[in-house]
């Protein structure tokens, strides 16, 4: 059981490059969430879906796209990337609202703007 | 403190002896409360949690105690192994989950 995986694990970008980050889980789960994580800050909510063909807004959205064409997929997509864009990104599931059962993480993806 | 960064609070705590992480959390009406565990490297894993309707829960090894008069929440890891050294973090929810930046536990030997 693979549970939450992400690709890919490190990305070094130019700014103005676009890319896409991939989460996949196979635990059936129907809510997943894209977070960044940088230092002096805890984990900050990006976007995330509460079912296949659904995504919404976290907290900080901007510059960042999502898509859900899939249950057990959740794309993370860089259209333009920025040096602030720099940062961890983990990919969470969980089978109810967060707000009811803690998440299941990946391994997370370091990426780098220059 | 932080979980990736440079300037995480620490603890060190010595191999067989128990550990104890604080956490304050901001508001009151916060319901649900989760500690995670994040080693180098790794995502966040999913340790203990606890409703606002206890004050106290156990699992194996752990304990979480929520003292709401106070805002606090605390994690205690029972005889500390060297597998226990990592970034610790609480969660709290109300309208939205907030992460706190966490504590880096250490194990001496």
């Known amino acids: 059981n693979a549970g939450v995986t992400q690709t890919p694990k490190f990305r070094v970008l130019k700014t103005g490059q676009s890319m896409t980050l991939l989460c996949a889980q196979d635990?059936?789960?129907?809510?997943m969430y894209w977070y960044r994580q940088d230092p002096g800050m805890g984990l900050r909510l990006i976007h995330y879906?509460?079912?296949?063909?659904?995504?919404a807004k976290g907290e900080v959205p901007d510059g960042y796209n999502v898509s859900r064409l899939k249950k057990q997929n959740f794309l993370l997509g860089l259209e333009s990337a920025a040096p602030s864009q720099t940062s961890v990104y983990f990919c969470?599931?969980?089978?109810?609202?967060?707000?009811?059962?803690?998440?299941?993480f990946g391994d997370g993806t370091r990426l780098s703007i220059l | 403190g932080e979980s990736v960064g440079l300037h995480l609070p620490t603890l060190s705590v010595q191999e067989g002896d128990n550990s104890i992480i604080n956490c304050a959390y901001s508001n009151s009406a916060s319901d649900y409360f989760i500690w995670y565990k994040q080693e180098s490297g790794k995502g966040p894993q999913f340790i203990i949690d606890i409703r606002s309707n206890m004050d106290k829960r156990q699992g194996q090894r752990v304990t979480v105690l929520l003292n709401k008069t106070v805002k606090h929440l605390s994690l205690q890891i029972a005889a500390t192994q060297p597998g226990d050294s990592a970034v610790y973090f609480c969660?709290?929810?109300?309208?939205?989950?907030?992460f706190g930046t966490g504590t880096r536990l250490t194990i001496i030997p």
């Open positions: 635990m059936n789960h129907e809510y």
């Open positions: 969470a599931s969980s089978y109810l609202s967060y707000s009811n059962q803690p998440q299941h």
């Open positions: 879906s509460v079912g296949e063909g659904t995504t």
């Open positions: 969660a709290e929810r109300n309208e939205k989950l907030t």
